[in-house]
């Protein structure tokens, strides 16, 4: 591996072949994020919209990289099934606690893969008329993008691997590595039984 795994983790690592994004590196970019988040939104006291599991390493990190007033939300919703997935629809399991109405919006994702479950997301947020909608992603991969999805803050751009660590799973798994690894393929035998 070219960036190495850390000794406590080398035994849930052996399912991985590569180590992508160490935790420094997150740590890094997350903190930019944070700032840039920070003097674009002064005044503006923005709601922060997570849909859990994946986004909660990113979403405990940004906010503590943030430096004005903020709120947080989450929501949930359930892995699709292949056909759901090929109609963009994902079933909400946990809606906001928040209103969101007339207030800063930013929706924060840990990865836009085919862009299919944020587009639907986005949508159903729009419908609630907030004041303004912006997307920060952690990771993008536009080879996979079926929807253009404009995204405001981003963190690093992927290939098409299946990565897990920093919040994403892989059959629940792997969520708590601190950094980001690509799955070794064998590992990996369908994209549906990935957890989100
Ligand atoms: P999309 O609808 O294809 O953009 O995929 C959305 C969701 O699938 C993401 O929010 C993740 O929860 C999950 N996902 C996509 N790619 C990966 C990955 O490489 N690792 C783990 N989860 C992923
Ligand atoms: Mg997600």
Known sequence: ??????????????????????????????????????????????????????????????VRAITIPVEVDFIAVSSYSTEERDRGVVRVIKDLDLPITDRHVIFVEDVIDTGLTLNYL????????????EVCALLNKPTRRLMDIPIRYKGFDL?????????????????????????KPGVLFSRSQAGN
């Open 159 to 183: 290939p098409d691997y299946f990565v897990v660590g920093y919040g994403l799973d892989y059959a629940e798994r792997y969520r708590n590595l601190p950094f980001i690894g690509i799955l």
């Open 122 to 133: 986005l949508r159903s947020l729009r419908a609630r008329s907030p004041a303004s909608l």
């Open 1 to 62: 591996m070219k960036k190495p795994v850390p000794d406590e983790f080398a035994e849930l690592s052996q399912a991985l072949q590569e180590v992508y994004i160490t935790s420094s590196e997150l740590q890094e970019r997350v903190a930019q994020i944070g700032r840039a988040i920070s003097a674009d939104y002064a005044d503006k006291a923005p709601i922060l919209i997570g849909a859990l599991k994946g986004v909660m390493c990113f979403m405990a990190d940004l």
